[in-house]
């Protein structure tokens, strides 16, 4: 049993530590988490992923070994019964609705949190055969979390009016950004880019989620009205060759760069004269956040997701219409021929306070101790 005096455990379970935003917010928590009140530990499904080794030494990191969610479901009962953690946080929709399920088999007095990190609607309709299943599974589980985490006032608004999560089980708590860090890891290396430019940049998994497609081809409108202009794409992905393809049919070989994965992003970040986020459908993406806390001015597509939430009152964002490249392209023109841009834009650093890592953890503190509800 715990006493008064020990630190609650705070077991994080999600499918690897692979490079993705929800994984990067796991290790924040864990590496940041105040030690005198919180004891976590981690759980993944698989022991992958470049950020194992950022985990501080004093965190347990437990590795179920499954290769399937379905796979884990008699290792994780194993764990929570053995560590007897006082909340556990899930990340990622088949791994929460698998722990929801389960909590009948809990011991009592464990608290299940579940972290949302996408538009769960968008996703559906974009990715499911048959959505109706995962939505029926959404409304009869989800309501038994303790509570649910969501990234945005979108993910609240459609958990809601979807599938029925009650608004008093739900807080919003935004990605947390290590603004410094991020600012140090940024001088760390010298400007990337070659050539005068306009140097633009992109980010994220390979895949139809994150539209680079349509990026590529307001990218064919940009080059008419800007020749020096270029792209480089940070990340790897299953469609990587479908997009050289489609870079080389468009007669842009020349000008876009695929960089792969980067452990350290932010020089590239820091130097572009503009960040493009070109999604289909996101939660809250981090790297829209960290070109921010750089100074890089922003445009990003209006999709189902956070992106207007952040970058309306952003003094360096902009805003297109979902899925319209015409304007994508006429507002990276505008943004790049309004000058250079400023990393001491006004207002900039008042607008970052709502992200900052400190901020953002007593807020899970607070959900951990029970305070949030």
């Known amino acids: 049993m715990k006493t008064s005096s020990e ?3 705070v077991l994080l379970v999600l499918p690897s530590l692979g490079g993705g935003g929800a994984e990067r917010v796991m290790v924040t928590l864990a590496n940041h988490l105040d030690r005198s009140r919180f004891a976590p530990h981690i759980a993944v499904l698989e022991k992958s992923g470049p950020y194992v080794d950022s985990l501080p030494n004093d965190v347990p990191l437990h590795d179920l070994r499954a290769a399937r969610v379905r796979h884990a479901v008699w290792s994780v009962l194993r764990l929570i019964w053995r560590l007897r953690p006082a909340v556990v946080l899930s990340n990622i929709s088949h791994l929460n609705l698998m722990l929801l399920a389960t909590r009948p088999l809990w011991p009592r007095g464990v608290r299940l949190w579940v972290r949302e990190t996408i538009v769960v609607s968008a996703w559906m309709a974009a990715e499911l ?6 939505g029926a599974l959404y409304r009869r589980f ?13 993910m609240l608004f459609d958990l809601e009016s979807h599938f029925g999560v009650p608004p008093s089980k739900m807080v919003r708590i935004y990605n947390p950004v290590e603004i410094e860090g991020i600012r140090s890891l940024a001088a760390a290396a010298p400007n990337p880019y070659s050539g005068r430019g306009p140097h633009i940049l992109a980010s994220g998994r390979l895949v139809p989620m994150k539209g680079f497609d349509l990026l590529l081809r307001a990218m064919a409108q940009v080059a008419s009205v800007l020749p020096a202009a270029d792209l480089s794409i940070l990340g790897q992905g299953p469609d990587e060759a479908a997009l050289r393809e489609l870079a080389t049919r468009l007669g842009l070989a020349a000008r876009v760069r695929f960089v792969g994965f980067r452990s350290n992003p932010y020089p590239w970040m820091k130097s572009a004269d503009l960040f493009v986020l070109s999604s289909r459908y996101e939660g809250l993406p981090n790297v829209m956040l960290e070109a921010l806390a750089l100074g890089t001015r922003v445009v990003g597509m209006d999709c189902p997701g956070g992106v207007r939430e952040i970058l309306e009152p952003c ?9 319209d490249v015409s304007r994508l392209a ?3 023109v ?17 607008f970052l306070d709502r992200f900052k890592v400190e901020y953002i953890i007593r807020r899970y503190e607070e959900v951990f101790s029970g305070q949030s509800m």
């Open 315 to 323: 003094p360096i964002g902009r805003v297109t219409p979902a899925g």
């Open 142 to 154: 989800y309501p038994r979390a303790n509570g649910v985490v969501c990234q945005c006032d979108a």
């Open 330 to 332: 006429e507002a990276i």
């Open 129 to 134: 055969k048959n959505p109706k299943v995962m």
């Open 7 to 9: 630190p609650a455990k």
């Open 334 to 350: 505008e943004t790049l021929q309004s000058g250079a841009k400023s990393q001491c834009a006004e207002g900039l650093e008042e």
